[in-house]
């Protein structure tokens, strides 16, 4: 059987695995990277991340266009949503992006393998491309096979009026009525999406809180704030079922009556894909869950076979796997690279965007940990009044006696790139005096930040 040779294969070509692809590359490792779909990028160019950002972006201008230009003096007649035209700028930037990673790799001189990868003994992963099978083979292996959306047994998907995610990033017409099943990231941004487009979209929550995991403040804010939007929220609501009845669909709650719909997004989070890769051949047993475990070399119970990403378990997120992926590749070369898992920033794109890093006032409380506590609301911001957009806050939460930032919590236009501050200060153990006392351009929302660190220790200038 045809068969080739590597310093390092990676099984999956997502954020985890082409970035580790590259970094491996740049360290003069010979590397194969293998990828099942027709393109490289994983969930996230192809599905995720990247698409539903451009279906945010053309949605929300044309919800300001509809509700917010006249504000502005400005004045709009005949507007109308394309769909079709709306899809395709979306395809066209996971085009471009998926195109870009293949220009990478091969300024890189990474090997691209589209194919199914399966693995076959502890240096040797079988592909399947088509009616063709051959032999990929590494002294190293690399596990990023990434994850897919989570089924419920008694939701009838069928990838057209009952879907997940991906799904929701194609539907060919505005649904009517849009039921979304969980009130997560994706139940959010999807539904925001929908929302805009004119779509009645019920959220239904089997918490008693949208948002699980995130800064409970933030969530009720949230939570108001999309209810504002016209988004209809049912927190405490257990889905028991949805069927498809011709074009119409019908969910099923307990203890309250079914919900007709035209169409269901199911957001009920996602789960590893680690079960057709081959693992029983070299002996890793998944846990009950499906997710790998690795130490902190990312290395698995056998040796010479490593695995990144969505597959180990955390944060679901591109750029954790993304850092796990560079980690990985570099410790396999001797740098002494680490992954701070305490400074992951997430963020949701809704409008407002909610960002978050670090631990949340619950978090902090349940610890039992003294903290100090900065908000700004972005009210009190010269930027944001510009913008339009007043709503939202800032929150910083700072250790009581060394003062060292613990969590940052944005809720607000633009929340997403003001993160990025907070992370890096905490990276650095930044105390919110640090902040403080960095001077901050005039006006950018930034100064937000700078002003919710300078109200930890009670002397921000722009809040009472
Ligand atoms: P999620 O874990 O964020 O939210 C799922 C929600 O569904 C939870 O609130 C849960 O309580 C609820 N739920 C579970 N079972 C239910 C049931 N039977 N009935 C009603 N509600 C139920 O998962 P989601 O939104 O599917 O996202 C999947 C992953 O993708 C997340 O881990 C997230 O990190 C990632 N993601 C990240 C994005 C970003 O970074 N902006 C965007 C989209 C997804």
């Excluded at 901050?440 to 300078?454: M, S």
Aim: aromatic share 4%.
């Amino acid at each position: 059987m045809k068969t080739s040779r590597h310093d390092l294969v990676i099984l999956g070509g997502g954020p985890a695995g082409y970035v580790a692809a590259i970094r491996a590359a740049q360290l003069g490792m010979k590397v194969a990277c293998i990828d099942e779909q027709d393109r490289f990028g994983g969930t996230c160019v192809r599905v995720g991340c990247i698409p539903s950002k451009a279906l945010l972006e053309s949605s929300h201008l044309y919800a300001e266009a509809k509700h917010r230009f006249g504000e502005h003096g400005l004045k709009v007649s005949g507007l109308e949503v394309d769909l079709p035209a709306m899809m395709a700028r979306k395809q066209k930037i996971v085009d471009t992006l998926t195109g870009g990673i293949d220009m990478l790799f091969k300024h890189r001189g990474v090997t691209p393998v589209l194919g199914r990868g399966k693995l076959r003994d502890v240096e040797t992963v079988e592909v399947t491309q088509g009616d063709d099978t051959f032999l990929v083979q590494g002294d190293q292996l690399l596990l990023c096979p990434g994850s897919r959306p989570a089924s419920l047994p008694m939701v009838e998907e069928d990838g057209d009026r009952i879907g997940n995610s991906t799904t929701a990033l194609s539907f060919p017409d505005v649904p009517k009525r849009l039921v979304v099943i969980g009130g997560g990231y994706i139940g959010l941004e999807l539904g925001s999406v929908w929302n805009r487009l004119g779509s009645e979209v019920i959220v239904l929550e089997a918490l008693d809180r949208i948002l699980p995991g995130m800064d409970s403040e933030l969530a009720t804010i949230a939570h108001r704030t999309f209810k504002k939007q016209g988004i209809e929220f049912r927190t405490s609501t257990f889905v028991e079922s949805a069927k498809r009845d011709g074009d119409r669909c019908v969910v099923a709650v307990k203890g309250s009556d079914p919900i007709e719909c035209d169409r269901v997004l199911l957001a009920t989070g996602r789960t590893p894909m680690t079960a057709d890769l081959g693992l029983e051949a070299v002996g890793i047993e998944p846990d009950r869950r499906g997710f790998l475990s690795v130490d902190e070399d990312f290395r698995t119970s056998v040796k010479s076979i490593y695995a990144a990403g969505d597959c180990i378990g955390g944060l679901m997120l591109a750029h954790k796997a993304m850092e796990e992926g560079v980690v990985c590749v570099e410790r396999m070369a001797g740098i002494s690279a680490h992954m701070n898992y305490d400074v992951i920033p997430a963020i949701i794109y809704t409008h407002p965007e909610i960002a978050s890093v670090g631990k949340t006032e619950d978090q902090l409380k349940e610890a039992g940990v003294e903290y100090r506590k900065g908000i700004c609301p972005f009210g009190a911001n010269g930027r944001a009044r510009t913008l339009g957009e007043p709503d939202g806050r800032v929150k910083v939460l700072a250790d009581k006696q060394t003062d060292r930032i613990l969590g940052v919590h944005i809720i607000g236009v633009r929340a997403g790139d003001m993160i990025a501050e907070a992370a890096v200060a905490m990276e650095f153990g930044a105390t919110s005096e640090d902040v403080a006392r960095s001077c901050h351009a005039h006006p950018t929302l930034a100064e937000a930040l700078h002003e919710a660190a300078l109200a930890v220790d009670g002397r921000a200038i722009h809040t009472t």
